[in-house]
């Protein structure tokens, strides 16, 4: 397969020097990594190539997006990804179910989309009523059209350094490392946090081997989890040079817990009570103000990780399209 078909390989090459477009710093303090102007960078190149790919004789990429129940985030997630869709030139379409729906009921519209020939991309918006099986859902989902990367086809052949369809946020932060010219070779990074769709694969991209077929980071990876004590935890990070905060946990990473110099990607976004204003606003798992003192780069929340997420989507939704992610066996399998 062409070195092309590969976005790792692809994006990688050319992202190995900081750019300035997207980083600002005060003296003696962390560059702050803007995921928006990234985001917008990235959505550029994707529109530039749904462009190329409808003026070549190909049908526009469209993505379907299913949307269970009246969670507030979910709703505004799922206008985030239309909008970018519509950004870049994607069609799409959100189709709303009650969260009484059964799995059953749920499964049979997932046929229907995967059968249908219009439909490029295809997301089930997670989390999922309590009665719904999660991972059954994200398994009923086409593997060439699962543009969120969880079918255990595209989980699989990502942890075997295969080509697949990588999990936009983990894809996200390994961009956001990349382009912004972060190095990852020998060096040791903790991931604070092992969910499957997000700690897990985020660990993966950052310690595979640079040399195979999708290429990692090379990094020495430490993955830390809900049973992981505190002052062990600080152990970890205080010799990271990458700390990937990732555990849904505001401000569990601290100042005295990084090193001096080291670049911290803060994922985690809590809807937390503002003890001035009363109103709700987002924090992440990092105390942004203490440690960007003493880091070399760090994300804010918002507008660093999450950005990003909906950008890599669409770069997900365009490979669909292209259906270059469909080799033999995963025809097989599928047929």
């Known amino acids: 397969m062409a070195t092309a078909l590969c976005p790792l390989r692809a994006l990688g090459r050319s992202a ?13 303090e962390a560059v702050v990594i803007s995921g928006r102007k990234l985001a917008r960078q990235i959505r550029q190149e994707a529109r530039h190539e749904v462009e190329q790919w409808v003026a070549a004789g190909n049908k526009r990429p469209h993505l379907s997006v299913v949307l269970v129940g009246e969670d507030p985030a979910s709703h505004s997630y799922v206008l985030n990804k ?31 989309l995967n059968n249908d020939a219009n439909v490029d991309g295809l997301l089930v918006q997670l989390p999922l009523p309590k009665h719904i099986d999660e991972r059954k859902i994200c398994n009923a989902v086409s593997p060439d059209k ?22 936009a946020t983990p894809w996200g932060v390994w ?21 499957k769709n997000v700690g897990m694969p985020i660990a993966m991209l950052l310690h595979t081997d640079g040399r195979h077929e999708r290429p990692g980071g090379d990094a020495t990876v430490t993955i830390s989890h809900r049973y992981t004590p505190k002052e062990q935890l600080k152990q ?26 080291a ?11 503002d003890p001035v204003t009363a109103q709700l606003r987002l924090v992440g798992d990092v105390d942004f103000e203490g440690v960007k003192k003493k880091a070399s780069y760090i994300t804010p929340v918002p507008g660093g990780v999450g950005p990003m997420t909906v950008a890599m989507l669409m770069k997900n939704t365009i490979i669909a399209a292209k259906k270059l992610f469909k080799p033999k066996e995963l025809q097989a399998l599928t047929a």
């Open 236 to 261: 970890h990070t205080i010799r990271a040079d990458i700390v990937v905060a990732a555990a849904g946990i505001p401000n569990l990473i601290t100042a005295d817990m990084i090193k001096e110099g």
């Open 263 to 273: 670049a911290v990607i803060d994922v985690g976004i809590t809807r937390v009570q």
């Open 16 to 28: 190995l020097r900081p750019r300035s477009l997207h980083l600002s710093a005060a003296s003696n």
């Open 175 to 195: 961009e956001i490392i990349k382009r912004t010219g972060i190095p990852t070779l020998g060096k040791n990074v903790v991931v604070a946090g092992r969910s």
């Open 82 to 112: 239309t909008k970018a869709a519509a950004d870049v030139g994607i069609s799409s379409e959100t189709i709303l179910r009650p969260a009484s729906i059964t799995e059953e009921e749920l499964l049979d519209l997932i046929s229907r």
């Open 146 to 167: 699962d543009v969120d990367g969880f079918h255990v086809i595209n989980v699989g052949r990502m942890c075997l350094d295969q080509y697949s369809m990588l999990p």
